[in-house]
């Protein structure tokens, strides 16, 4: 028995190790590897260009008959305003048409005390299409001016108008960690590393999992493989496959993960505590922007439990892996072409789909029903308990949760294998649900 078992554990060896050297000396591996951090860092900075290239300052005339905005009417880098007399509006409306180096006519009533009326009656032309923002902007500004002079009315101060206007920040301080106390920015890096973690789950999962189910499917057609169950049995074909593809996956988190760490490290030693003062708000807002960012976001990064991330990380993502690629080979083994496994594999993908976008409502609520029900149950915690944990979860669920993923990773595996064990062999006989608990029930 001890002998049959060790036999076994050599041969998934073998084939593991042949699955995992044929992926990585690919081309493809390496290339991808390394240069996938500088593509996504690539496409990051290219996509912040487009933004600030498409943004645009809306030029507009402003006709001003109630008097009360050309002095509290102010231009910004979004929205410049140029008063010009009344007397011009049916020439500027004229012009409207024609002219370039004017985006719109601002024409404000006369004020005749009611100022309801004046806020209702002005109206904004244009010659081309403006965007939505600039017109809220637009609104925004008349609506501040406007409720500046009703304050006025009720006899409210410059002076008070502007201690009214002051925003309330409560200081909160956590009883169980101290350390815990979270700005916007801080809570912005944890909301981004979730949305991270959870999506390259769902995509390495998906990814690799139908690797796996096309190659069971190649080999099957191609008849290869009843030359290899002929010096191994099924099962040890299949668990070979999938741990070979899962370590290929792991090699590229772990460079993946030790580039993170590295360029982290170099950027947080550039931080300083004048560099948080200044762009904490808006690390954007200046030249040279983009550098401040990635030293705050890397510097938030590096304060967290990274190393029980990682853990946490590479555990679900494993158990994960095994979970859905067994469910994979399975449905690869018991069909004979890719059309028929789109009635099998829509029951993998939702679940997945489901912890993916359930998680989004983790963000806001971290440790409530949503989020540790998601977190929990097998079929969505690899997506849900990664998405979860930058913001702190408890040792004890973690603990459960993994437990309850390893039952259910080696009971799918134990269902795989005997499907895996007929399908393999079998053509030409189209699999159905009754057809694979046959084959559950009987092999």
Known sequence: MQKAESKKMKNIFIITKREYLTQVK???FLILTMLAPLLLAGFIALITFMFKANETQTKLSVIDKSGLFISQLKSDKDIQYTFVPANTEKSLLVALKNVEDMDGVLVIPENNDNLDVLEKNSKLYIN????????????????????KEKIKKLGITEAELQALDQRFMIATENVVDKAKQDDNFAFGVKSGMSMSLMYIIFMFIMI????????????????????????????????????????????????????SVIAATIFNKSYTPAIAAENLDNPMAKIGGIK??????FHNLLSLNYGLIIFVFIVFFLLGYIFYSSMYAAIGSAVDNETETQQFTIFGILPLILGMYGSISIMNNPEGPMAFWLSIIPLTSPVAMVARIPFGVPLW???????????????????????????????????????????????
Do not use: C
Request: hydrophobic residues 50%.
């Open 292 to 297: 401040e960012m990635l030293t705050l976001i």
């Open 208 to 259: 690799y999992g139908v690797r796996v189910m096309r190659s069971v499917l190649e080999e099957k057609n191609n008849r290869v493989v009843e030359i290899l169950i002929s010096s191994v049995k099924p099962f040890e074909l299949m668990m070979g496959k999938i741990l070979g593809v899962t370590l290929v996956a792991l090699t590229q988190f772990a460079i993946w993960i030790t580039m």
């Open 128 to 147: 081309k299409k403006i965007g939505f923002e600039a017109q809220l902007k637009i609104s925004s500004h008349l609506s501040d001016v406007i409720k």
């Open 26 to 28: 690919k081309k493809s």
């Open 397 to 443: 669920q973690i603990a459960l949760s993994i437990f309850l993923l390893v039952i259910f990773t080696f009971g799918m595996v134990y269902i795989a294998a005997k499907i895996y064990r007929v399908g393999i062999l079998m053509y030409g006989n189209k699999a159905t649900f009754k057809e694979l608990w046959r084959w559950i029930r009987t092999s």
